[in-house]
C-alpha cells in the first residue's frame, strides 16, 4: 500500500518538475524569438541612418562633427545588435546594446535640431522619405521592444515565481532575463542643450 | 472521400483508438496484478502460487490496479495539459523558431508565400509557419483545430526542394489540418506518454535502489524491473497501434496533396528527393520520438515494420506516380528564390481562372459544396496576386496589420467615419493612426472578398503581438465596430474570425464538441441561420421566402418552417445559435452547410453580405470555405 502512494506522488511530483522544465524553456525561446523581431526593425534603422547622413552632407558641410558622431554611434548600436543577437539571454549584451541606443538617439536628435538650420536640406524630397521611413521604423522598434519587454516580463515573473523559483537555478535558469530599455526620452530632451 | 467524410472517418478513428488503449490498460493492470503475484509467491516459497492469491486480501488487487491506473491517468493528463497550448507548444518543443512574416530571407519568404497560397486556397486563416534546424527533408502539422494550426518545416526541406515540390510538402500537411487528423495526434501523443511514464517510474526506482541499503531493496529492484518491462511492453503496442493510424493517414493525405495542388509530380518529387538524400527525412532531436506520426517522412530509417509510422517510401511513391522507374533523385541544393519575380505558379494560376462567369448555375451549386475543406489554389493565387502591393505588405507586418484591421472597420458613411478615425487617433497604439490614414483610401476600394483575404492573411502577424498588445487590440477593434450603434454582417465575420483565430493562440485552443447527431433539436437555431442568410442579399420578400424554402427542404427534418423577415441582424442570438450548431457532426453539418449555400444562391447570384456570413459561418463550424470563383455581388 505504501508503495502505491509513493508510487503516486512520484509520479505526480516528477510531472510537476517536467512541466516546470518545459515552460521555463518555452518562455525563454519565445522571449528569444521576441528578439529576433526588434533585430529585424534596428537593422533597418541601421540601414537607412548612412543613407540619411550621406544625403545631409551634401548641404551641411560644416556639421562634419555632427554627421560623424551619428554615424559612429550608428557603428557602435549595430556592433551590440550583432552581440546581442547572439545571445538575447545575456543580459550584459543587451544592456549593452541599450546604451549604445541611447547614444545613437541622442545623436540622431543633435542631428535633427541641426538641420533645422537647413531649410533646403529639410525640403529634399529623398530627405523627406528617408526622416518618414525613420519615423516608422522607429515606431516599430518601439512596438517590438515592447513586445520583446512583455515576454521577459513574463518569463521572468514565472521565473521567481512560487514552485519555480526553487528549480528554476537547477534547470538553467539562474537569474532573469534583461529588459530592453532605451533611455531615448531623456536623450531627446537633453539633446537641445548641447546643441547651443 | 469529400471532408466531411473525412472528418467523420478521423472522429470514429479517435473513437477505435480510446477503446484500443483502454483495452491495453487493461492488460496492462492485469500484467502487473499478476508481476505482484508471482513477487507475493516467491516470497513465500513454502505456499503454491494459486495458495498465496488466495491468502492476499482482495483490496490488494485492487489497490494496485488503482496505482497504475493512477500513474497513467495521471501522466496522460499532465502531458494533455502541456499539449493545450496547442500546435504552438509542439513546435516548441521540437525547437521550431518561428519565422517571422516580414521576414527578408527569400526563402523562408518563398515558404511562407507557399504556405499562405495553400491557406487562403482552402479557405483557412494562414498558420504560423515554424523553421526546425535539421537538414533532413521533413514537415508537419501540429494543433487542436484549424484555429492554433501551426506548420513546421526543417532547413532542409528548404533548401533541397523547389518551389513545386514545398506546394506538395505543404498541401500534404494542410490536409492534416483540414481532417482532423493532428486532434488525433495529440491524443495519441498523451495516452502514449501515460504509459511509456510506468516504463521511466521503474527505470528510476532501478537507480534509486543502487544507493538503496534497505532491507527492501529486494523489493523495489523486482517493482522497477517489472514497471520497467509493464512500461515499455505498453510502449511497445501502443506504438504499434499509433503507427497503424498514422500509415492509414499518410496515404490519405498524399492523395489530398494531389488534389489540392492539381498536380502530383510536386509531392511524388518531394518523395523521391527523401530517398535520395543521405539523411532522407530522420530528426536527431530525441522529443520527436513522441510526435513521430505528425511528420511528412519517416523520423528514423526504419524499413517497413509493424513499428513505422510512415508506409514505406517506394509505396508513397508508386501510388502518386505509378510511372516511376524505382530511381530515387539526387539531391542538390536548390538555387535561392528571387523574391520579387513573380513564380510561373502565379502566372498559371491565372490563366486558370479567367473562365469564370459571375452568373452562378444551378450546376455548380454541389461543386461548391464538394469544395468545402478541399482547396482552390489557382483562385487563391489570382485573389493574392489581385491584391494591393500595400495591402499586402501592411498584412504581413505585425506592427501595421493591425492599421490593415481598423482600416477595413471605418464606415462608408462620412459621419460615422469621422467618429472612428477620431478614436482611433486618440487610442490606437503609437505611430498606428497614420498607416491607418494611409490604407484607408486603398482598404476602401477593395471588395468584402478581398478584405476577407486580406484578414486571413494578417492573422499570423496578429499572433506575434504580445498578450498586453493583443489585448489594447482588441479593445480598440470592439470600439469600432460599436462606433456606429449596431453591428453589420461584415463587422460580425471579421470580429467572428479575429476572435476564433486569436483567441484560440492567446488563450485556450477551441475545440468542438461534435456529438449532436439530429437536426430537429437545432431546428429554431437552423431557423434563424438561414432566414438571416435568406434577408441578407434578397431585397423582394416573395424572393426571400422563397430562398429560405428551399434552403429549409434541403435539410433532413420533418418540421416545416417559415420564414420570419427579422427587423434587423441580431448578432449575439446569431452567435448563440452558432455556438449549438458547433456541435453537429460533422456529417450533419454538411446537410447544414448545402442549405447555406443553397439559400444565398436560390435567386441565381451571391450577395456580398451572404459570402460573408457563410464563410463566417463555416469559420465557426470549422467548415472552411474556398473561394468560390464567383465574384460575390
Same mark, same amino acid.
Given at each position: 500500500?505504501?508503495?502505491?502512494?509513493?508510487?503516486?506522488?512520484?509520479?505526480?511530483? #516528477?510531472?510537476?518538475?517536467?512541466? /516546470?522544465?518545459?515552460?521555463?524553456?518555452?518562455?525563454?525561446?519565445?522571449?528569444?524569438?521576441?528578439?529576433? +523581431? /526588434?533585430?529585424?526593425?534596428?537593422?533597418?534603422?541601421?540601414?537607412?541612418?548612412?543613407?540619411?547622413?550621406?544625403?545631409?552632407?551634401?548641404?551641411?558641410?560644416?556639421?562634419?562633427?555632427?554627421?560623424?558622431?551619428?554615424?559612429?554611434?550608428?557603428?557602435?548600436?549595430?556592433?551590440?545588435?550583432?552581440?546581442?543577437?547572439?545571445?538575447? =539571454?545575456?543580459?550584459?549584451?543587451?544592456?549593452?546594446?541599450?546604451?549604445?541606443?541611447?547614444?545613437?538617439? =541622442? #545623436?540622431? =536628435?543633435?542631428?535633427?535640431?541641426?538641420?533645422?538650420?537647413?531649410?533646403?536640406?529639410?525640403?529634399?524630397?529623398?530627405?523627406? +522619405?528617408?526622416?518618414?521611413?525613420?519615423?516608422?521604423?522607429?515606431?516599430?522598434?518601439?512596438? =517590438?521592444? +515592447?513586445?520583446?519587454?512583455?515576454?521577459?516580463?513574463?518569463?521572468?515573473?514565472?521565473?521567481?515565481?512560487?514552485?519555480?523559483?526553487?528549480? #528554476?537555478?537547477?534547470?538553467?535558469?539562474?537569474?532573469?532575463?534583461?529588459?530592453?530599455?532605451?533611455?531615448?526620452?531623456?536623450?531627446? +530632451?537633453?539633446?537641445?542643450?548641447?546643441?547651443? | 472521400?469529400?471532408?466531411? &467524410?473525412?472528418?467523420?472517418?478521423?472522429?470514429?478513428?479517435?473513437?477505435?483508438?480510446?477503446?484500443?488503449?483502454?483495452?491495453?490498460? !487493461?492488460?496492462?493492470?492485469?500484467?502487473?496484478?499478476?508481476?505482484?503475484?508471482?513477487?507475493?509467491?516467491?516470497?513465500?516459497?513454502?505456499?503454491?502460487?494459486?495458495?498465496?492469491?488466495?491468502?492476499?486480501?482482495?483490496?490488494?488487487?485492487?489497490?494496485?490496479?488503482?496505482?497504475?491506473?493512477?500513474?497513467?491517468?495521471?501522466?496522460?493528463?499532465?502531458?494533455?495539459?502541456?499539449?493545450?497550448?496547442?500546435?504552438?507548444?509542439?513546435?516548441?518543443? !521540437?525547437?521550431?523558431?518561428?519565422?517571422?512574416?516580414?521576414?527578408?530571407?527569400?526563402?523562408?519568404?518563398?515558404?511562407?508565400?507557399?504556405?499562405?497560397?495553400?491557406?487562403?486556397?482552402?479557405?483557412?486563416?494562414?498558420?504560423?509557419?515554424?523553421?526546425?534546424?535539421?537538414?533532413?527533408?521533413?514537415?508537419?502539422?501540429?494543433?487542436?483545430?484549424?484555429? $492554433?494550426?501551426?506548420?513546421?518545416?526543417?532547413?532542409?526541406?528548404?533548401?533541397?526542394?523547389?518551389?513545386?515540390?514545398?506546394?506538395?510538402?505543404?498541401?500534404?500537411?494542410?490536409?492534416?489540418?483540414?481532417?482532423?487528423?493532428?486532434?488525433?495526434?495529440?491524443?495519441?501523443?498523451?495516452?502514449?506518454?501515460?504509459?511509456?511514464?510506468?516504463?521511466?517510474?521503474?527505470?528510476?526506482?532501478?537507480?534509486?535502489?543502487?544507493?538503496?541499503?534497505?532491507?527492501?531493496?529486494?523489493?523495489?529492484?523486482?517493482?522497477?524491473?517489472? !514497471?520497467?518491462?509493464?512500461?515499455?511492453?505498453?510502449?511497445?503496442?501502443?506504438?504499434?497501434?499509433?503507427?497503424?493510424?498514422?500509415?492509414?493517414?499518410?496515404?490519405?493525405?498524399?492523395?489530398?496533396?494531389?488534389?489540392?495542388?492539381?498536380?502530383?509530380?510536386?509531392?511524388?518529387?518531394?518523395?523521391?528527393?527523401?530517398?535520395?538524400?543521405?539523411?532522407?527525412?530522420?530528426?536527431?532531436?530525441? &522529443?520527436?520520438?513522441?510526435?513521430?506520426?505528425?511528420?511528412?517522412?519517416?523520423?528514423?530509417?526504419?524499413?517497413?515494420?509493424?513499428?513505422?509510422?510512415?508506409?514505406?517510401?517506394?509505396?508513397?511513391?508508386?501510388?502518386?506516380?505509378?510511372?516511376?522507374?524505382?530511381?530515387?533523385?539526387?539531391?542538390?541544393?536548390?538555387?535561392?528564390?528571387?523574391?520579387?519575380?513573380?513564380?510561373?505558379?502565379?502566372?498559371?494560376?491565372?490563366?486558370?481562372?479567367?473562365?469564370?462567369?459571375?452568373?452562378?448555375?444551378?450546376?455548380?451549386?454541389?461543386?461548391?459544396?464538394?469544395?468545402?475543406?478541399?482547396?482552390?489554389?489557382?483562385?487563391?493565387?489570382?485573389?493574392?496576386?489581385?491584391?494591393?502591393?500595400?495591402?499586402?505588405?501592411?498584412?504581413? $507586418?505585425?506592427?501595421?496589420?493591425?492599421?490593415?484591421?481598423?482600416?477595413?472597420?471605418?464606415?462608408?458613411?462620412?459621419?460615422?467615419?469621422?467618429?472612428?478615425?477620431?478614436?482611433?487617433?486618440?487610442?490606437?497604439?503609437?505611430?498606428?493612426?497614420?498607416?491607418?490614414?494611409?490604407?484607408?483610401?486603398?482598404?476602401?476600394?477593395?471588395?468584402?472578398?478581398?478584405?476577407?483575404?486580406?484578414?486571413?492573411?494578417?492573422?499570423?502577424?496578429?499572433?506575434?503581438?504580445?498578450?498586453? &498588445?493583443?489585448?489594447?487590440?482588441?479593445?480598440?477593434?470592439?470600439?469600432?465596430?460599436?462606433?456606429?450603434?449596431?453591428?453589420?454582417?461584415?463587422?460580425?465575420?471579421?470580429?467572428?474570425?479575429?476572435?476564433?483565430?486569436?483567441?484560440?493562440?492567446?488563450?485556450?485552443?477551441?475545440?468542438?464538441?461534435?456529438?449532436?447527431?439530429?437536426?430537429?433539436? !437545432?431546428?429554431?437555431?437552423?431557423?434563424?441561420?438561414?432566414?438571416?442568410?435568406?434577408?441578407?442579399?434578397?431585397?423582394?420578400?416573395?424572393?426571400?421566402?422563397?430562398?429560405?424554402?428551399?434552403?429549409?427542404?434541403?435539410?433532413?427534418?420533418?418540421?416545416?418552417?417559415?420564414?420570419?423577415?427579422?427587423?434587423?441582424?441580431?448578432?449575439?442570438?446569431?452567435?448563440?445559435?452558432?455556438?449549438?450548431?458547433?456541435?453537429?457532426?460533422?456529417?450533419?453539418?454538411?446537410?447544414?452547410?448545402?442549405?447555406?449555400?443553397?439559400?444565398?444562391?436560390?435567386?441565381?447570384?451571391?450577395?456580398?453580405?451572404?459570402?460573408?456570413?457563410?464563410?463566417?459561418?463555416?469559420?465557426?463550424?470549422?467548415?472552411?470555405?474556398?473561394?468560390?470563383?464567383?465574384?460575390?455581388?
Amino acid at each position: 500500500m505504501e508503495m502505491i502512494i509513493l508510487l503516486v506522488i512520484v509520479a505526480v511530483l #516528477a510531472f510537476w518538475l517536467v512541466a /516546470i522544465y518545459n515552460k521555463l524553456v518555452a518562455l525563454k525561446n519565445r522571449q528569444e524569438n521576441g528578439f529576433s +523581431q /526588434i533585430e529585424v526593425q534596428l537593422k533597418r534603422r541601421y540601414d537607412l541612418i548612412p543613407n540619411l547622413v550621406e544625403t545631409a552632407k551634401a548641404y551641411m558641410a560644416h556639421e562634419r562633427e555632427t554627421l560623424e558622431s551619428v554615424i559612429n554611434a550608428r557603428n557602435d548600436a549595430s556592433a551590440g545588435l550583432a552581440a546581442a543577437a547572439g545571445d538575447p =539571454s545575456n543580459g550584459a549584451a543587451i544592456q549593452q546594446l541599450a546604451g549604445a541606443e541611447g547614444i545613437l538617439g =541622442s #545623436a540622431m =536628435s543633435r542631428l535633427n535640431v541641426v538641420m533645422e538650420a537647413y531649410p533646403d536640406l529639410k525640403a529634399n524630397q529623398n530627405m523627406m +522619405q528617408l526622416t518618414e521611413e525613420l519615423t516608422s521604423t522607429e515606431n516599430k522598434v518601439a512596438f =517590438s521592444r +515592447q513586445a520583446f519587454n512583455d515576454q521577459v516580463t513574463e518569463y521572468n515573473t514565472y521565473r521567481s515565481s512560487f514552485p519555480p523559483v526553487m528549480v #528554476a537555478a537547477t534547470f538553467g535558469h539562474p537569474s532573469d532575463a534583461q529588459l530592453l530599455e532605451f533611455e531615448d526620452s531623456a536623450a531627446i +530632451q537633453a539633446a537641445p542643450k548641447i546643441s547651443f | 472521400m469529400n471532408f466531411f &467524410q473525412a472528418q467523420d472517418q478521423a472522429k470514429s478513428k479517435t473513437k477505435q483508438l480510446t477503446f484500443l488503449f483502454v483495452a491495453a490498460l !487493461l492488460s496492462l493492470l492485469i500484467m502487473a496484478n499478476l508481476l505482484v503475484a508471482i513477487m507475493l509467491s516467491f516470497e513465500n516459497p513454502e505456499t503454491n502460487f494459486a495458495q498465496t492469491i488466495a491468502r492476499t486480501p482482495p483490496e490488494t488487487w485492487f489497490f494496485i490496479s488503482l496505482g497504475v491506473g493512477g500513474v497513467v491517468a495521471v501522466a496522460s493528463i499532465f502531458k494533455y495539459l502541456s499539449l493545450r497550448g496547442g500546435g504552438k507548444a509542439v513546435a516548441e518543443s !521540437l525547437g521550431g523558431i518561428l519565422i517571422h512574416q516580414n521576414t527578408r530571407n527569400p526563402q523562408e519568404r518563398q515558404l511562407l508565400n507557399v504556405v499562405e497560397e495553400m491557406a487562403i486556397a482552402a479557405g483557412l486563416s494562414v498558420p504560423p509557419v515554424y523553421l526546425i534546424r535539421e537538414n533532413s527533408i521533413n514537415a508537419f502539422a501540429a494543433g487542436f483545430s484549424t484555429n $492554433d494550426a501551426v506548420i513546421g518545416i526543417n532547413q532542409g526541406t528548404l533548401d533541397l526542394l523547389n518551389r513545386e515540390e514545398l506546394q506538395g510538402v505543404v498541401a500534404h500537411e494542410f490536409s492534416h489540418i483540414l481532417n482532423g487528423d493532428m486532434r488525433i495526434n495529440l491524443r495519441l501523443m498523451a495516452l502514449l506518454h501515460g504509459i511509456l511514464f510506468l516504463g521511466i517510474i521503474g527505470g528510476s526506482f532501478l537507480r534509486g535502489s543502487m544507493f538503496s541499503r534497505s532491507k527492501e531493496r529486494g523489493g523495489i529492484i523486482a517493482l522497477g524491473i517489472g !514497471l520497467l518491462i509493464i512500461g515499455y511492453g505498453g510502449t511497445f503496442f501502443g506504438n504499434i497501434i499509433k503507427a497503424a493510424v498514422s500509415r492509414q493517414r499518410e496515404f490519405l493525405a498524399d492523395a489530398a496533396a494531389v488534389q489540392f495542388t492539381r498536380s502530383n509530380t510536386g509531392i511524388a518529387n518531394a518523395l523521391k528527393k527523401i530517398g535520395g538524400h543521405s539523411v532522407g527525412s530522420q530528426i536527431k532531436n530525441a &522529443q520527436a520520438e513522441q510526435s513521430s506520426h505528425m511528420f511528412f517522412g519517416a523520423i528514423k530509417p526504419f524499413a517497413a515494420n509493424l513499428m513505422s509510422t510512415h508506409p514505406p517510401l517506394e509505396k508513397r511513391i508508386q501510388a502518386l506516380d505509378p510511372n516511376w522507374s524505382g530511381k530515387f533523385a539526387a539531391t542538390e541544393s536548390q538555387p535561392k528564390p528571387s523574391s520579387s519575380a513573380p513564380s510561373s505558379a502565379l502566372a498559371s494560376g491565372f490563366s486558370g481562372s479567367t473562365g469564370t462567369s459571375t452568373q452562378q448555375t444551378k450546376a455548380s451549386q454541389s461543386e461548391l459544396l464538394a469544395s468545402v475543406g478541399n482547396a482552390n489554389l489557382a483562385q487563391a493565387q489570382a485573389l493574392i496576386h489581385n491584391s494591393d502591393e500595400g495591402l499586402l505588405s501592411a498584412a504581413h $507586418d505585425t506592427f501595421e496589420a493591425r492599421a490593415l484591421i481598423y482600416a477595413m472597420l471605418v464606415a462608408t458613411d462620412p459621419e460615422i467615419a469621422k467618429q472612428q478615425l477620431a478614436l482611433i487617433d486618440a487610442n490606437a497604439e503609437a505611430g498606428v493612426p497614420p498607416h491607418v490614414h494611409q490604407l484607408l483610401p486603398t482598404v476602401l476600394k477593395i471588395d468584402q472578398e478581398q478584405k476577407l483575404t486580406l484578414l486571413e492573411m494578417a492573422v499570423p502577424s496578429l499572433k506575434e503581438l504580445s498578450a498586453s &498588445q493583443y489585448k489594447r487590440f482588441t479593445g480598440i477593434t470592439n470600439q469600432l465596430i460599436v462606433a456606429d450603434q449596431q453591428v453589420d454582417i461584415f463587422e460580425w465575420v471579421l470580429h467572428r474570425i479575429l476572435t476564433k483565430e486569436l483567441y484560440g493562440h492567446f488563450v485556450a485552443p477551441s475545440r468542438s464538441g461534435g456529438n449532436i447527431s439530429s437536426l430537429k433539436r !437545432l431546428a429554431p437555431e437552423l431557423h434563424l441561420l438561414l432566414s438571416v442568410i435568406a434577408a441578407a442579399g434578397i431585397a423582394d420578400s416573395q424572393a426571400q421566402t422563397s430562398a429560405f424554402d428551399e434552403g429549409w427542404d434541403l435539410l433532413p427534418i420533418n418540421k416545416t418552417k417559415t420564414f420570419t423577415k427579422l427587423e434587423y441582424f441580431d448578432y449575439e442570438a446569431f452567435n448563440h445559435a452558432l455556438g449549438k450548431l458547433r456541435d453537429l457532426k460533422p456529417q450533419l453539418k454538411a446537410s447544414l452547410m448545402n442549405a447555406c449555400i443553397h439559400t444565398a444562391l436560390a435567386d441565381g447570384t451571391l450577395a456580398q453580405n451572404q459570402f460573408a456570413l457563410i464563410k463566417g459561418v463555416g469559420a465557426t463550424l470549422d467548415c472552411p470555405l474556398p473561394p468560390l470563383g464567383v465574384n460575390p455581388q
